[in-house]
């Protein structure tokens, strides 16, 4: 019964990441890395518009609040910390290190059923 929960759990993530990306290709943005993974954490979706990359977490929720309030502390210093190691290795192999002229940020997207989801940005 657990092990169900959880496959529910993780489908019903998944779901809401592949609805996060296109919401996010509507906007404008490319996508740049899914789920991508460190040894210090998880980011759901690093996109980029112009000069602006995001480390964007996803949540996906029955009603917006409860998904605003689902990412915690410690959940938003794994990502931070993964965002950074991001950007070391970026500025290590970017071309001329032009990474000082892009803006970064953390967003979120809020995924709840039949309703259009929901962009913060710089969330944290």
């Known amino acids: ?18 609805f996060a990306i296109l919401f996010l290709m509507v906007k404008g ?6 789920r991508y993974k460190t040894k210090v954490g998880e980011i759901d979706i690093i996109a980029k518009k112009k000069n602006v990359t995001i480390f ?15 990412l915690t502390d ?3 210093l794994r990502i931070r910390k993964a965002a950074e190691q991001y ?25 709840v059923p039949w309703r259009l989801p929901k962009h913060i940005e710089n969330a944290w």
């Open 1 to 18: 019964m657990k092990k169900d929960k959880k496959r529910k759990a993780n489908r019903l993530g998944h779901l809401g990441e592949y």
């Open 87 to 111: 950007m070391s290795h970026l500025k290590n192999t970017y071309q001329n290190n032009k990474i000082e002229n892009e803006i970064f940020r953390c967003d979120m997207i809020l995924i």
């Open 74 to 76: 410690k959940q938003k």
């Open 29 to 34: 943005y490319s996508i740049l890395e899914r």
């Open 56 to 70: 964007c977490e996803v949540k996906a929720r029955a009603d917006f609040e409860s998904a605003v309030y689902s």
